[in-house]
T-cell receptor, first 113, second 114 residues
Framework: DQQVKQNSPSLSVQEGRISILNCDYT??????FLWYKKYPAEGPTFLISISSIKDKNEDGRFTVFLNKSAKHLSLHIVPSQPGDSAVYFCAASWTSGTYKYIFGTGTRLKVLA | NAGVTQTPKFRVLKTGQSMTLLCAQDMNHEYMYWYRQDPGMGLRLIHY???????AKGEVPDGYNVSRLKKQNFLLGLESAAPSQTSVYFCASSYRKGLSYEQYFGPGTRLTVT
């Protein structure tokens, strides 16, 4: 039972254009969401997060959008750069004391120069 | 400040052998986690700890044991390794920051069981 789904295993985007990575979840109890970036042979690193009380959070070139009614979040990267090429994981959590995150399967982004 | 470190980086085991993976963090974080990453499966939580001396099962705990005797260390043990445990193992630590428990990951341990 995959509670957090990233249905696109890979995505290719031209440098300078927008990258949109999608994530769907099934558990309505989730109230905190994060995106992590992972380069080969390294651990994931935190990118951006959003609480369920918001529908948008921005940090530089990265924006996360949350649509609670659709149980969907997306990560926008504008403009995309070759250094953004990595695997992106979304993760979801309940903040009421479980201390755990459920991760999606990841989307491999390739930004073409 | 080294963050989260993992030892060893690579290991090859034969079926039935045992080993311990060590995770250490120098950020004074309360919470620590062990994940495994397999192709097409994302990161799956094996065990986690919410404080020194406490551990709890995650999504895929079978075949693994853990201990958190010191706040800064979290050990993952495989008592009798199986080929199904071939994977990349990541340790993470976190603390509560407002509503979030942002996790900091180690570089990973690549384990092959033959």
């Amino acid at each position: 039972d995959q509670q957090v789904k990233q249905n696109s295993p890979s995505l290719s985007v031209q440098e300078g254009r927008i990258s949109i990575l999608n994530c769907d979840y099934t558990n309505s109890m989730f109230d905190y969401f994060l995106w992590y970036k992972k380069y080969p042979a390294e651990g994931p690193t935190f990118l951006i997060s959003i609480s369920s009380i918001k529908d948008k959070n921005e940090d530089g070139r990265f924006t996360v959008f949350l649509n609670k009614s659709a149980k969907h979040l997306s990560l926008h990267i504008v403009p995309s750069q070759p250094g953004d090429s990595a695997v992106y994981f979304c993760a979801a959590s309940w903040t009421s004391g479980t201390y755990k995150y459920i991760f999606g399967t990841g989307t491999r982004l390739k930004v073409l120069a | 400040n080294a963050g989260v470190t993992q030892t060893p980086k690579f290991r090859v085991l034969k079926t039935g052998q045992s080993m311990t993976l060590l995770c250490a963090q120098d950020m004074n974080h309360e919470y620590m986690y062990w994940y495994r990453q397999d192709p097409g499966m994302g990161l799956r939580l094996i065990h986690y700890s919410v404080g020194e001396g406490t551990t709890a099962k995650g999504e895929v705990p079978d075949g693994y044991n853990v201990s958190r005797l010191k706040k800064q260390n979290f050990l993952l043990g495989l008592e009798s390794a199986a080929p199904s445990q071939t994977s990349v193992y990541f340790c993470a630590s976190s603390y509560r920051k407002g509503l979030s428990y942002e996790q900091y990951f180690g570089p990973g341990t690549r384990l092959t069981v033959t």
